[in-house]
């Protein structure tokens, strides 16, 4: 198989398909940004980009990401070093606490400001209603996506 | 009041939004091995045997551990030393531990630990609190020789003579359920046994401190051999204390058996399978009044489940019965608060701490109180809360800080709107939309702190560098609630330097003396009043060897825009400063310990439950807007509002996020949360169906900051953490009151579909 994570390809062995994806990106790979929170595919914790789309790496096997490129939270960058602009409008907005649901967080949120530059409020509750937070009460996090999308319409 | 949109700022942002922050879990070690928990089917039963020959010979085992081979004790606890780090006599919850399974890899221990058998010989059983604290119920520890953990009391005036006098009289009972913690990261510990003989422990846990004594005794070795790491975690909200500390005790004692680092991470089903809840309370509560409007008496009686351990039973129940009549003034008052032992899962910290199952009762009764006198309800709250001086029902004066319980009042009315809104109100008679509508909301007062609970002090070190860049630390642990960056903010200003300067050293067990555990609100009040008496100390040392340079005397010396300047107008840079100390050969150094006086700041009476049980209150008011489906029974948060008196905030962003996160957890704690507990056995295990309240279910929040500077605390900020959850479920009871015009007086309100 080939697996390209945040630019850099993978050749993976066939006797792997069935390996989950999750324990593959943090074990194997050792990009432990990308989190563990409930392993049923309910808190949104992995969640990783596959060819863009969001999707719950607890719930993906290898194959399943065969021949895709998939992006984690480390792969998301600014220019020249910087913050991405999700990231630092996360910061500036205070929508950190624990931070342990953030980065799966972030991952639904640039899929959604991808698709959609200027969702409603609501649109981003909705996008994030499957990721859980128990710090934040999301106020502040759907503030950061709310004022993040205007870098997207620079970036397109 | 605050600015609520000031640009965030927090030390530990930038790690948390790139995936660098690195949590208990994402720690390796070279030859790490990995511990896999063992449980078994039963609730109650005695442990004839325990059978791991077989699981030890499976691939990759390198060890199975059981009570037997704990070198120290294995049993622990805070105040009780009931716990067992492993099951040796008998199963008392389901969530009993029985042996832990040591593997090269997680895969291979948990492979064999499905070959670890116990035998087993069952026990009876029981469930009810009330029934537990009967004469003759079935033991759980029949070494203790009752079920009774503890009985709080209060005795104030003649309430059974009051009552004889009383216009009208309500004796109600409310029930509340247990509910989970839902940190988003399960429990994880990571021990590794050091060349020096220390084991290091990185662990997700609010007390480093006391997952310290729990590995301690059940490795039988002092405290100064084991080392507590402070790292990441991915939330705690209370329940990262006992619970914690016994996954890092686990942990500490494979390592030490094997002399290699050991990991053990729980699965989010063990993690809610095993780890303590809060207490469900049960509340008889009887409230007498006169026509004039006045509580003359109460009479209240709670039977609060601790499951089958003690943890921190007494002190949650404690808090129960300081605040059992709410912020209310009450000359009558007698009261009764047990904290029983049954086979439920066991139940210990919790944000909010014994509150609020208190609150979810008095916001009712004094509503219903308000109704029965056809009173209005907000006149009626009025006419009967504490104010400047006011006495509480353990005779405690207020009048050390700002009784601002009118004005968090008062705001949250007006940002809400309650009055205009409140005609809307449906009273079950379904409106335009074809919903019930209500607003309803809930105030209370919190004692600051740990109060009369225990002995409550904290430290906190600065030590400048000859570069002039700064660190400190204190005993204050970072849950992810911002506590480091309030230490940070607080030292700059209190030094008159940049805060780019300041790096916060994450403590250790070994460098920061113990300051007890990071719960009760105390972080903000306790951490930063001990930056504060540091930087003062810092100050007057560098005053006094720096006077002679700035040619002035020691205490004229002001500390601002990173110089120190004289009246005369000569001035040192801070680097200047700091450097010079150097050449003076002293070291910009300070510690200094914030301290609660005992008998003096508090004081309790365990027979009469009199006394200063906190040496500092917060107020806070929270609205809440619903509306409900009829069809569905469904309740939809619509709006919400929230004021609280902070003392000072710190950070202001965080304040408001601790807020916004308060509010959701407690909408969660009286709409949705169940544990499904039957018979001991937890049904939702996980985050599927123990439901928490999630993005598209919230709207966003109306908070408002009131700061009244406490005198009591030394940076005049006080906590915000519990008071932000204590309230939102009696908001929305009154609101579902108001809407359907019925009460619902169990925890979570379901309200049944209608046909
Ligand atoms: S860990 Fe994948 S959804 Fe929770
Ligand atoms: S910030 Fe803690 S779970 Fe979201």
């Not at chain 1, 989190?35 to 990783?48: D, E, L, Y």
Request: with cysteine; proline share 4%; glycine share 8%.
């Amino acid at each position: 198989m080939e697996i390209k994570v945040n630019g850099t390809l993978h050749i993976v062995d066939d006797s792997r398909q069935d390996d989950e994806l999750l324990n593959w990106l943090r074990e194997d790979l050792n990009l432990t940004g990308t989190k563990n929170g409930c392993h049923v595919g309910i808190c949104g914790a992995c969640v990783v980009l596959i060819d863009n789309k969001p999707m719950r790496a607890c719930r993906r096997l290898l194959k399943h990401a065969d021949g895709k490129e998939v992006t984690t939270i480390e792969g998301l960058k600014g220019q020249n070093g910087a913050l991405h602009p999700l990231q630092q409008a996360f910061v500036d907005h205070g929508s950190v606490q624990c931070g342990y649901c953030i980065p799966g967080m972030i991952m639904t949120g640039h899929a959604l400001l991808l698709q959609n530059h200027h969702p409603s409020r609501e649109d981003i509750r909705k996008a994030i209603a499957n990721n859980l937070c128990r710090c934040t009460g999301y106020v502040q996090i759907v503030d950061a996506i709310e004022a993040a999308g205007s870098a997207y319409d620079e970036n397109a | 009041m605050a600015e609520t949109k000031t640009k965030a700022w927090r030390n530990d942002a930038i790690a948390k939004v790139t995936g660098r922050a690195k949590y208990a879990d994402d720690y390796k070690f070279y030859g790490m091995l990995h511990v896999v928990p063992v449980y078994t089917d039963a609730v109650s039963a005695e442990i004839r045997a325990i059978h791991t020959e077989e699981a030890e010979k499976m691939p990759g085992i390198v060890r199975i551990v059981t009570a037997k081979d704990v070198p120290g004790n294995p049993h622990y606890g805070q105040i009780q030393k009931d716990y067992r780090i492993l099951a040796d006599d008998r199963i008392r919850m389901n969530g009993d531990v029985i042996a832990l399974v040591i593997g090269e890899t997680r895969a291979q221990a948990l492979e064999a630990a499905k070959y670890v058998r116990a035998d087993l010989s069952p026990l009876p059983a029981i469930f009810d609190p009330e029934e537990a604290a009967k004469e003759g119920a079935f033991l759980i520890h029949p070494d203790k020789g009752t079920n009774i953990i503890n009985h709080h009391k209060v005795r104030t005036g003649d309430a059974e003579e009051a009552f004889k006098h009383c216009d009208i009289i309500l004796d109600e009972f409310f029930a509340t359920q247990h509910q989970e913690h839902a940190y988003i990261e399960p429990e994880s510990s990571v021990a590794d046994p050091g060349d020096d003989g220390v084991i290091r422990i990185y662990g997700s846990m609010q007390h480093p401190f006391v997952a310290r004594r729990f590995s301690a005794c059940v490795l039988g070795e002092p405290l100064s051999n084991i080392d507590v790491l402070t790292i990441p975690v991915g939330g705690g909200f209370g329940g990262k204390d006992d619970t914690a500390a016994i996954v890092a005790a686990r942990a500490a004692l494979c390592a030490r058996l094997t002399d290699r680092p050991c990991k053990l991470t729980y699965d989010r089903e063990w993690s809610m399978k095993e780890s303590y809840k809060r207490h469900p309370y049960k509340i008889y509560y009887k409230m007498g009044l006169t026509k004039d409007g006045k509580i003359q008496a109460c009479h209240v009686t709670v039977y609060a489940d601790g499951g089958a351990y003690c943890s921190v039973t007494p002190w949650v129940t404690f808090r129960s019965t300081a605040q059992c009549c709410g912020p209310y003034v009450v000359p009558n008052v007698h009261c009764d608060i047990y904290g029983v032992h049954t086979n439920n899962v066991f139940t210990g910290a919790f944000r909010g701490f014994g509150s609020p199952q208190i609150n979810y009762v008095v916001e009712q009764m004094v509503e219903k109180a308000a109704e029965a006198l056809g009173m209005d309800e907000i006149e009626f709250r009025r006419l009967n809360c504490v104010k400047q001086g006011s006495t509480t029902v353990t005779l405690q004066k207020l009048d050390n800080h700002t009784v601002s319980l009118e004005q968090v009042l008062s705001t949250t009315i007006e940002k809400i709107g309650y009055y205009e809104k409140r005609k809307n109100n449906t009273y079950g008679k379904l409106n335009e939309n074809g919903e019930y509508y209500g607003i309803g909301l809930a105030m209370s007062y919190r004692g600051m702190s740990l109060g009369a609970e225990g002995p409550d002090f904290c430290a906190a070190i600065i030590n400048a560098q000859f570069d002039g860049s700064i660190i400190i630390e204190t005993g204050i642990h970072e849950n992810g609630q911002g506590s480091e960056s309030a230490m940070i903010i607080t030292a700059a200003e209190y030094l008159g330097v940049n805060r780019d300067r300041i790096r916060y050293h994450r403590s250790s067990t070994s460098t920061i003396p113990d300051s007890g555990t990071t719960v009760a609100s105390r972080g903000t009040i306790m951490g930063t009043s001990a930056v504060v008496l540091a930087a003062t100390k810092l100050k007057a040392q560098m005053s006094q060897c720096l006077a002679p340079a700035l040619e002035c005397n020691p205490e004229e010396i002001v500390f601002a825009n990173d110089c120190l300047t004289a009246p005369n107008g000569k001035s040192l840079t801070w680097d200047q400063a700091v450097l010079k100390m150097f050449f003076l050969r002293e070291h910009p150094f300070a510690q200094d310990t914030f301290r609660v006086r005992d008998g003096i700041d508090c004081s309790w009476d365990e027979e009469t439950g009199h006394g200063k049980a906190y040496f500092t209150w917060v107020y806070g008011c929270q609205a809440a807007e619903i509306a409900i489906n009829p069809k569905t029974g469904k309740i939809r948060l619509i709006n919400a509002a929230a004021t609280h008196d902070v003392g000072k905030a710190v950070n202001p962003p965080f304040v408001i996020g601790q807020i916004n996160g308060g509010m959701a957890q407690g909408f969660g704690y009286g709409t949705m949360e169940d544990l499904g507990i039957k018979d001991g056995k937890i049904a939702n295990l996980n985050l599927g169906k123990y439901k928490i309240p999630k993005a598209n279910e919230l709207p966003d929040f109306i908070v408002t900051l009131v700061e009244n500077y406490d005198p009591m605390s030394k940076s005049g900020a006080k906590g915000i953490g519990e008071p932000a959850l204590e309230l939102m479920a009696p908001a929305v009871a009154n609101a579902i009151a108001h809407a359907t015009g019925k009460r619902y007086q169990k925890l979570p309100m379901i309200i049944p579909p209608e046909k």
